[in-house]
């Protein structure tokens, strides 16, 4: 149990387009969905905390116009990431909560390039 | 501000060596402890976590303990496998500042068995 999905794995997209990532909760309930960037050889930084139903709370620093964050439902919070330009290209993770878990269960990535 | 400060790599070892990954970590409350482990292309996966202090996560044969009189939780293995070849990272949840489970990472290490 407590699997989280994401969609796609992989996107090429070219400067100023916009790109939608899913996370999906396959298993359970996601009261709270997380969204971190990775880049390489560094560490999650947290972008955005979504809770079902609210306007996503970004962290300092992350563009809330450039970062859309939707968490229509208790299993898919939507990222995508608008006007897209190189400097976003980086490796997007999500990660789900649910009210009956004590921890954050963490999607596969998905790997944005932008030319 | 709560920060999780853990060895720096690459850690490179042989099979069967013993593996130690120093994590130290600042909290104003009372936080979990987690570690994480990303294989290469993929997304986190919980490898183990304590709660309280003095408790001593593990799994497949990885073990770490929570000290909080030294703040620390060291991962450690006794004899690594070259399929233990990922990155590791430590990671902390502090509930007393009301962060619904946040998580905070260190920056990573990454290891690297040798046949």
């Known amino acids: 149990g407590a699997v989280v999905s994401q969609h796609p794995s992989r996107v090429i997209c070219k400067s100023g387009t916009s790109v939608k990532i899913e996370c999906r909760s396959l298993d359970f309930q996601a009261t709270t969905m997380f969204w971190y960037r990775q880049f390489p050889k560094q560490s999650l930084m947290l972008m955005a905390t979504?809770?079902?139903?609210?306007?996503?709370?970004?962290e300092q620093g992350v563009e809330k116009d450039k970062f859309l964050i939707n968490h229509a439902s208790l299993t898919l919070s939507t990222l995508t990431v608008t006007s897209a330009h190189p400097e976003d290209s980086s490796f997007y993770i999500c990660s789900a909560e649910g009210d009956s878990y004590n921890e954050q269960f963490f999607g596969p990535g998905t790997r944005l390039t932008v030319l | 501000g709560d920060s999780v400060t853990q060895m720096e790599g690459p850690v490179t070892l042989s099979e069967e060596a013993f593996l130690t990954i120093n994590c130290t970590y600042t909290a104003t409350g009372y936080p979990s402890l987690f570690w994480y482990v990303q294989y290469p292309g993929e997304g986190l996966q919980l490898l183990l976590k304590a709660t309280k202090a003095d408790d001593k996560g593990s799994n497949k044969g990885f073990e770490a303990t929570y000290r909080k009189e030294t703040t620390s939780f060291h991962l450690e293995k006794g004899s690594v496998q070259v399929s233990d070849s990922a990155v590791y990272f430590c990671?902390?949840?502090?509930?007393?500042?009301?962060?619904?489970?946040?998580?905070?990472f260190g920056k990573g290490t990454l290891l690297t068995v040798n046949p």
């Open positions: 979504s809770n079902e139903g609210s306007k996503a709370t970004y």
């Open positions: 990671a902390l949840s502090d509930l007393s500042g009301g962060s619904n489970y946040k998580l905070t």
